[in-house]
Nanobody, 124 residues
Framework: QVQLVESGGGLVQAGGSLRLSCAAS????????MGWFRRAPGKEREFVAT????????YYADSVKGRFTISRDNAKNTVYRQSNNLKPKATDVYYC?????????????????WGKGTPVTVSS
């Protein structure tokens, strides 16, 4: 089992940048592929990005390609989500999640452990 704690959320202006962090503890971090999901008000949680166990492979939802970057530091047991040129949006809650290295990458069902989420609001 992996314990995940997100941080870095808050209020940011449109056009700005924001970096979220997710600190992991428990199972060896490099044995977990990591993902970011988000939930908008009144909507289902959706996939945002994922990174492989080694960090060599990443995959993004079409809606964030070119604006979001996922990365990881296995020495610090941390995964990051950098976002640039943010668009105005009501508060989304971003969740960090962990899955086995060889499991599917975009479905929530493939992820075994979840953080509690961190809210992000982009003001116009």
């Amino acid at each position: 089992q992996v314990q995940l704690v997100e941080s870095g959320g808050g209020l940011v202006q449109a056009g700005g940048s924001l970096r979220l962090s997710c600190a992991a503890s428990g199972r060896t971090f490099s044995r977990n592929a990591m993902g970011w999901f988000r939930r908008a008000p009144g909507k289902e949680r959706e996939f945002v990005a994922t990174i492989s166990c080694s960090g060599s492979n990443t995959y993004y939802a079409d809606s964030v390609k070119g604006r979001f970057t996922i990365s990881r530091d296995n020495a610090k047991n941390t995964v990051y989500r950098q976002s640039n040129n943010l668009k105005p949006k009501a508060t989304d809650v971003y969740y960090c999640a962990a899955r086995g290295c060889s499991k599917g990458i975009t479905s929530e069902r493939e992820y075994d452990d979840w953080g509690k989420g961190t809210p992000v609001t982009v003001s116009s």
